[in-house]
């Protein structure tokens, strides 16, 4: 059992300790757990922030939030591919977890991106386009489904 955390600096050092002790099938799932949580809070307070700070009559959080996603996404996946070695608890922790819960935005913009790579440029534009208009349409329908429950 881990030790109770004092510090923020031992709050990470106890985590990691939690995902080395743990039987390996659910490493993983802790790993996503713990980013989730803190991606979830990221988010939560960045948006309060962006509110308070500029108002709400334009989603300057949700646009911060989903561009700074996507920048950090494309940074990390960039760097432990090409530059550095972690451990796959935690690429999993840092991009499954926590930019997952922070915004599913970077999964969408690297998914665009494996795609361009790849040279399908017919695919890439339906991908990109479909999901930005097929997500509105979705939003929209899911409002209209709720609002007709008795």
Not at 9 to 15: D, H, K, N, P, S
Not at 16 to 30: A, D, G, H, V, Y
Not at 95 to 106: K, N, R
Request: net charge neutral; charged share 10%; aromatic share 14%.
């Amino acid at each position: 059992m881990p030790k109770p955390v004092h510090s923020s600096g031992q709050g990470l050092t106890a985590i990691f300790s939690i995902l080395r002790t743990q039987n390996p099938q659910l490493r993983l799932p802790l790993a996503v757990s713990f980013g989730a949580i803190a991606g979830a809070l990221c988010r939560y307070y960045l948006t309060l922030g962006c509110n308070q700070w500029f108002g709400t009559a334009f989603p300057y959080g949700t646009l911060l939030i989903n561009l700074s996603g996507a920048f950090l996404m494309g940074f990390f996946t960039t760097l432990v591919i090409e530059r550095i070695e972690v451990s796959p608890d935690f690429r999993t922790l840092i991009a499954v977890g926590f930019l997952g819960s922070y915004t599913t935005f970077s999964t969408y913009e690297l998914d665009t991106e494996k795609l361009l790579v790849s040279g399908h440029w017919e695919v890439t534009a339906l991908y990109w386009i479909c999901t930005a208009i097929l997500g509105v349409l979705c939003l929209e329908l899911g409002n209209f489904l709720a609002r007709r429950l008795p």
